[in-house]
Nanobody, 123 residues
Framework: QVQLVESGGGLVQPGGSLRLSCAASGSILSVNAMGWYRQAPGKERELVAS???????NYADSVKGRFTISRDNAKNTVYLQMTSLKPEDTAVYYCNADIRTLRVGVPVEMRYWGKGTLVTVSS
């Protein structure tokens, strides 16, 4: 059973910083892409940043220059460093990962999602 567990959300003032973490655990053969999405109240879930192994990270225009995605492959963990936070960054942040596991002895890659962590930017 594979799990993604996010941490690091909370309440922060505009202009502040937060660091989100997401760790994958379970019977994992390998992890390919990892990334962060967010969903604000009344809006659709949107990509924030993603990171495919061996490639440069990809960011939404709205967070470029403010957010940085990184990963620790040895720990199957992805991070999102968020700076210069704005009220419009308020959302539930979800991590996802494309993970390869064995299913009845056969390697299968599937996309997994965490349950989300709430980030609130408010004074």
């Amino acid at each position: 059973q594979v799990q993604l567990v996010e941490s690091g959300g909370g309440l922060v003032q505009p202009g502040g910083s937060l660091r989100l973490s997401c760790a994958a655990s379970g019977s994992i053969l390998s992890v390919n892409a990892m990334g962060w999405y967010r969903q604000a109240p009344g809006k659709e879930r949107e990509l924030v940043a993603s990171f495919t192994r061996g490639s440069s990270p990809n960011y939404a225009d709205s967070v470029k220059g403010r957010f940085t995605i990184s990963r620790d492959n040895a720990k199957n963990t992805v991070y999102l460093q968020m700076t210069s936070l704005k009220p419009e960054d308020t959302a539930v942040y979800y991590c996802n990962a494309d993970i390869r596991t064995l299913r009845v002895g056969v390697p299968v890659e599937m996309r997994y999602w965490g349950k989300g962590t709430l980030v609130t930017v408010s004074s």
